[in-house]
């Protein structure tokens, strides 16, 4: 529209003209072709210096030709503001200048273009009249497009999965930023145009539909962007204004020179005063409010754009009036925001300049810093504990802040252990700080590798978390590579270096473990069981490193091995090193005499030691080296390994005739047990010894359990390794067949002994009855091992086994005795089964126990349907890791196709006997009671098996259950009534509503000629069934399972229960946001919610969790130099 002449000037039209940089670039074009010159400073000169563009730090635009800038000026100015915005972008800097000329000419229509653009960005199309532009409310027009939303008629483009937004957001914000820059010589600052505009922008950003708050709070917070970005040009500008202000007075007090840059000066100031009241205005009006959003993404923004601007403009936003709003948001309950925040300030704290005026933020928010290092969100933990090495290199925490932190070093996570890693190393072993500086003492691998066993020591006694530990921080330490020194450290080359016992134990784990990792090799368990794979580059440069470590150890390895074969602590890690190393160098660098010394060493360790771990990496180095080496070298160390088997053969018989001979049995059971070692990885000829063995057993049913379980272990690995042998040979003779069942038939003679009652055995022994549960896991190997299924229609048919059903019972019920006795031992009295021999505890717990018999079922090799459901009915009886195993038994049942109804009845009918038993015949209330909770929790546990989608799936199965559960309740009512209530009850919430009225029928119509008063106690789980399902599930169409209503449980790390009350900087301090300080309600409760949630996952922590030593973690503190120096 076109104002009429006799309209009053306007706000709009009444600004300063000044020309915009396109129209000074024609005006130059048209002066060069005129041909006029120019000699000295001229007024356009000056206009120049004073140009915000003669800034620009934007590289210089390619020239175009004529017509195809005329084409692109023309295309823009045809184009309307949001078609630009939701195109590719590319015209968005011609559409910028157009409209600015159009801005020029005529402000009004110009404006209200902009705000129209403004508007659709919204998703939103209204029209405002030009001639009322100013007399219009905003108010108003944010009203009426709050009723567009309202009525629906407004599209997300934002938000919009359509390929021809995906620029929309990115574009909108160029626009945006362009703008500014472009009327920064002029429409910025004349108090009318963007003051307008932040004025929609802040009421928009506080409407209730989303859209609109996420187009305007977009907007809004890179308009200050923008501005902060002009602010920092015009503050360059004004330096060097001034620096050349300075320059001229020395040269003359006067003169026009000096008047016009005066005049210059002067002009830059008010200019940025401007800027900044627009950013304090938007910052008040849009802001405070929208950093709480409902919406996650629009509180992310805020906090980055934050951010950006502490970091880029300082002067206004490192203040504490703004720094609180990075400390309130590290408690939003959205992992986004915590991140965004936690970069935020991991960029203000690498400025050094930032420091002191972040003081006594940290004061106030550290705490919160360090609990974020346990956050439940993984990417928000790492990104803290790298903001809490900056504060410890900037030497604002201190060291008695950091006990939680060291927990981490064993977090599951691989993530927060590499970046515990990198702190520890930095704080505690390379000791960088912003006021240390390097030196070569300081950064002496001997002096970090001293630093290194300081907090190892703190994990002397647990190998397992000094891996952990070590894995952590190999990353980082060099000094760990350092092969060299490590050696020499060992070989006490150094007399400046005098390392304890407990070190020397301690730098051979570090040793191998660092090895070990050079070479590509895990030395901690891996989060999923996914496959590493390497590039070749990766595989070379292990590849050097095993050859960098074979040469560094080829001629001190001997002498290791030497001075720490007595020690059985050091020689296991000691001799595994052998493992990494590239044998054909021994060869090539001629030292083929000191790998037969090594060899030597090797076998001398191995009857030196009876230790698992200390036999175990012997074990394993001699077969390395019989079967990597090549030539000579391996020649050599097959007749080793031969002779090893010849001397343990005759030191085994010795002590067998020892023992007859009334002798002590500690020879016999190292022997065995360096036999069972030798047996688990090959086989070893021992056919006289076999005999030996088995006419001694008679004699030594009264010696040590441990020596009659590794007895009777040997005697099953010879058997097994004798059936490996004929069934991979092409030839079988009959004379070994026959051998092999005479063997077999010896060893279940041996091994049924042990299953008939008898009082030595049924008593409870050390070890968890560790005798009675070897006998149970050597029986289900050899029974799988043997089953009919292997060799039916073979020639090796005769070689087929199954058990008789009463061995089969006689099996279970010793497993059943070792599953209960052993909860007692196992978890009851840790500090019982510390001191005895726990060196095979994994192969004698109750898992084993359960794996072998759950082995038996899943591999049809006995009849499941008694062993099935006996082990199922222990589901729940033994803790979470038996429970996982029984678990997963039923995912296999259930595969199979198997009769999972009457299984699981059987299970529950098992469980329910157990608590009659007890019930009447146990005084201990405690076994009665635990008894009852088993069988309830067994009940959900299996009914839990059709939840969800499986419902429908598996209807009829689940009604089976139910129909046979109630034939078995009222077979003998009502003495197995409470079965009603315990186990039937929990399935029949299971089914759909009109399969719940014919059940109900079903149990009143089985009561009809009963009288029930005659026993009123015995009915009434009858009655509780009954009265459960008439009134719950009927009135609701189903009972809901209970554990459905749950919400799903948030993935990610268990999170810690957190202090969420937002933090006011300064008490004394009032403004306009006082009321938006804290963190809402509704944050809070959501915290609330989620750690209710992480208080059920404690069941699933990590087994390395079970181990950890908050004491030891929290004590790791290794003395400064400046305090090792006063020492």
Not at 141 to 169: C, H, M, P, R, W
Not at 771 to 788: G, M
Request: aromatic share 8%; proline share 3%.
């Amino acid at each position: 529209m076109v104002m009429a002449d006799d309209d009053a000037p306007s706000e709009t039209s009444t600004r300063r003209s000044k020309r915009t940089r396109v129209q000074a670039q024609r005006h130059g074009h048209a002066a060069a072709e005129s041909g006029g010159k120019q000699s000295g400073p001229s007024d356009d000169q000056v206009d120049r210096e004073e140009s915000f563009d003669d800034y620009d730090d934007s590289p210089p635009r390619p020239k175009r030709g004529r017509s195809t800038s005329e084409g692109t000026s023309a295309a823009a100015a045809s184009l309307r503001l949001i078609e630009v915005v939701k195109g590719n972008g590319k015209l968005i800097p011609d559409v910028v200048k157009v409209w600015a000329d159009k801005y020029e000419k005529d402000p009004k229509p110009a404006m209200v273009e902009l705000l129209v653009m403004l508007f659709e960005a919204c998703g939103a199309k209204y029209h405002l009249d030009e001639e009322f532009l100013d007399k219009t409310s905003v108010d108003d027009v944010v009203f009426e497009l709050v009723t567009l939303a309202g009525k629906g008629i407004v599209e997300d483009y934002q938000n919009s999965k359509k390929k021809e937004f995906q620029n929309f957001k990115d574009n909108l914000v160029k626009f945006w930023d362009m703008l500014v820059k472009e009327c920064s010589n002029g429409p910025l600052f004349d108090s009318v145009l963007f003051e307008k505009i932040t004025d929609y922008v802040i009421a928009l950003s506080c409407t209730p539909p989303r859209v609109y708050r996420q187009v305007a709070s977009l907007v809004g917070l890179s308009l200050v962007t923008s501005f902060v970005s002009v602010a920092n040009v015009l503050g360059a500008q004004r330096e060097t204004t001034q620096r050349q202000l300075n320059a001229e007075k020395k040269k003359r007090a006067e003169g026009p020179r000096v008047d016009s840059l005066n005049k210059r000066l002067s002009a830059i100031q008010p200019k940025i005063n401007i800027l900044e009241e627009l950013v304090r205005k938007i910052f008040q009006g849009l802001f405070v409010h929208r950093y709480r959003d409902i919406d996650p993404n629009i509180r992310t923004t805020c906090i980055q754009s934050l951010g950006y601007w502490n970091l880029s403009y300082p002067s206004l936003f490192l203040q504490d009036r703004y720094l609180k709003y990075l400390g309130w948001t590290l408690n939003d309950k959205n992992a986004g925001v915590r991140k965004a925040s936690v970069h935020a300030l991991q960029n203000l704290y690498k400025v050094d300049d930032n420091i002191p005026s972040l003081s006594l933020f940290t004061e106030r928010f550290s705490n919160r810093i360090i609990e974020l290092a346990d956050d439940i969100d993984i990417s928000v933990a790492v990104s803290a504990i790298g903001l809490i090495n900056q504060l410890l290199s900037n030497q604002l925490l201190s060291n008695d802040d950091l006990g939680p932190i060291y927990d981490l070093l064993v977090d599951y996570s691989p993530e927060i252990r590499r970046a515990i890693g990198e702190l520890v190393f930095d704080h505690l072993i390379a000791q960088r700080t912003s006021s240390s500086q390097s030196g070569e003492d300081n950064d002496a691998p001997e002096v970090h590798l001293g630093r290194m066993l300081q907090i190892l020591r703190e994990f002397s006694t647990e190998p397992i978390l000094s891996t952990y530990v070590i894995d952590d921080i190999w990353e980082y330490m060099e000094a760990m590579k350092d092969w060299k020194t490590i050696v020499s450290m060992l070989l006490d080359e150094n007399p400046s270096i005098e390392l304890t016992d407990e070190d020397a134990t301690n730098l051979i784990r570090l040793l191998c473990a660092s090895a070990k990792k050079a070479v590509g090799e895990r030395i901690v368990p891996a989060t999923d069981n996914r496959k590493q794979h390497y590039t070749k580059a990766q595989r070379d440069a292990f590849e050097s490193n095993r050859k960098t470590i074979t040469i560094v150890m080829m001629k001190n390895y001997p002498q290791l091995l030497r001075k720490y074969m007595a020690d059985k602590t050091k020689i296991s890690p000691l001799t595994e090193i052998v493992l990494i190393m590239n044998l054909e160098l021994y060869s090539l660098k001629r030292q083929e005499q000191t790998f037969k010394n090594v060899l030597q060493l090797v076998k001398e360790a191995f009857f030196k030691h009876g230790e698992k771990d200390a036999l175990r990496s012997c074990v394993r180095a001699i077969n390395f080296c019989s079967t990597e080496s090549k030539g000579e070298l391996q020649d050599f160390a097959k007749i080793k390994s031969k002779e090893l088997e010849d001397e343990l053969i005759t030191k085994l018989k010795s002590a067998i005739k020892d023992v007859m001979d009334g002798d002590d049995d500690y020879s016999l059971l190292v022997n065995m047990k360096r036999l069972y070692e030798l047996q688990l990885s090959r086989p070893v000829p021992f056919e006289n010894l076999h005999d030996d063995i088995v006419s001694s057993l008679p004699n030594l049913k009264n010696t040590d359990e441990e020596v009659l379980s590794f007895l009777l272990l040997n005697l099953y690995l010879h058997v097994a390794w004798s059936l490996h042998t004929i069934v991979n040979s092409k030839t079988v003779s009959e004379s070994s067949i026959s051998s092999l069942l005479r063997n077999r038939a010896t060893l279940f003679e041996q091994l049924e002994y042990y299953l008939n009652p008898s009082p030595e055995f049924t008593e409870e022994r050390k070890f968890g009855n560790q005798l009675a549960a070897r006998v149970c896991v050597i029986l289900a190997e050899v029974w799988c091992l043997f089953r009919d299924s292997n060799f039916s229609s073979t020639k090796l048919e005769s070689l087929g086994y199954t058990a008789d059903r009463s061995t089969i019972q006689k099996f279970w019920k010793l497993c059943e005795q070792q599953l209960n006795s052993s909860d007692g031992i196992e978890e009851d009295d840790p500090s019982k089964r510390d001191a005895e021999n726990k060196e095979y505890i994994e192969e004698t717990n109750r898992d084993a126990i359960m794996i072998a018999a759950a082995k038996l079922v899943a591999t049809e090799v006995v009849f499941k349907d008694y062993l099935g459901p006996e082990i199922i009915s222990h589901f729940v009886m033994h803790g979470a890791s038996v429970a996982e195993i029984v678990k997963h038994l039923i995912s296999v049942l259930k595969k199979r196709d198997d009769d999972i109804p009457s299984i699981f009845v059987e299970a529950l009918k098992r469980a329910h006997h157990r608590h009659l038993t007890f019930l009447r015949g146990s005084a201990d209330q405690v076994l009665v009671n635990k008894s009852l909770m088993d069988f309830h929790d067994l009940s959900v546990r299996l009914s839990g098996v059709f939840a969800g989608s499986a419902r429908n799936k598996h209807r009829l199965d689940v009604l089976k259950i139910v129909k046979d559960g109630i034939d078995y309740a009222f077979a003998d009512a009502p003495k197995q009534l409470s079965f009603l209530e315990g186990a039937v009850l929990h399935f029949v919430s299971k089914l759909p509503t009109q399969d719940i009225v014919e059940i109900l029928r079903d149990v009143q119509k089985r009561t009809e000629n009963v009288n029930t008063d005659e026993d009123p106690s015995g009915w009434r789980p009858y009655f509780t069934f009954v009265d459960t399902v008439g009134e719950k599930h009927l009135k609701n169409e189903g009972l809901q399972d209970d554990k459905e209503k749950r919400q799903a449980r948030q993935r990610g790390r268990p999170s810690k229960r957190r202090n969420l009350q937002g933090k006011r900087l300064f008490d004394e301090e009032q403004d306009s946001s006082a009321d938006e300080d804290s963190i809402s309600g509704s944050d809070r409760d959501n915290h609330d919610d989620e750690d209710k949630q992480d208080d059920d996952e404690d069941d699933d922590a990590p087994l390395i969790h079970s181990i950890r030593s908050s004491a030891k973690l929290r004590s790791l503190k290794v003395p400064r130099r400046e305090n090792a120096s006063k020492q």
